[in-house]
């Protein structure tokens, strides 16, 4: 299962003939490329679900593992975002997230910029509001490891920003407790 659309098609291959993933998108034109591109790429085991990541269309304790880049960052409702995350994962299913996280709050002009959050910036939350919601959401395990060095590239986005200073690129990892079948 991944929440992203550039995600889904490269590990296709990587779950092999018996795996399946799952691709959530938001609109029925995204559908339709994506199910256009699964079809040029002869993947089998990919299929795209419309939805939001607010509301998963996926059954409770279906899913082992959960592959987001960037995009939890644009919800305006994270804890409801892990919140379905948790509902769908199998008991010792697992996140791997890529995201933007705040290193500091955000300045409100920062938070309100539609440019700075459509470069997935304004939308980042602190790491420790992060930590907290995966937590009250009844994940362990939880890994927030930032990525100093995304800073230059982050610049470079919006340059004049001062986006740098608030943010960072990190890779989140958590546990749904419990065993995998």
């Not at 929440?3 to 998108?25: D, Q, T």
């Not at 995350?85 to 920062?110: C, H, N, Q, T, Y």
């Amino acid at each position: 299962f991944t929440l992203s659309l550039h995600v889904a098609l490269p590990i296709s291959k990587k779950v092999g003939p018996n795996g399946k993933i799952y691709g959530v998108v938001m609109t029925p034109e995204m559908i339709s490329k994506a199910r256009d591109n699964a079809a040029k790429g002869n993947y089998k085991n990919v299929e795209f679900l419309l939805g939001e990541i607010e509301h998963l269309p996926l059954p409770n304790n279906s899913i082992n593992v959960i592959i987001s880049n960037c995009v939890v960052n644009l919800s305006t409702n994270k804890t409801r975002v892990f919140n379905e995350v948790f509902r769908v994962l199998k008991k010792g299913g697992r996140i791997a997230i890529s995201d933007m996280v705040a290193l500091k709050s955000l300045p409100k002009e920062m938070k309100d910029n539609k440019e700075l959050y459509t470069n997935c910036i304004s939308g980042a939350i602190t790491i420790a509001e992060l930590n907290k919601i995966l937590l009250k959401a009844g994940f362990v395990d939880i890994i927030i490891d930032q990525d100093k060095d995304s800073r230059q590239f982050i610049k470079d986005w919006v340059p004049g920003s001062d986006a740098e200073n608030y943010v960072v690129s990190a890779k989140i990892k958590a546990v749904k407790p419990g065993l995998t079948k």
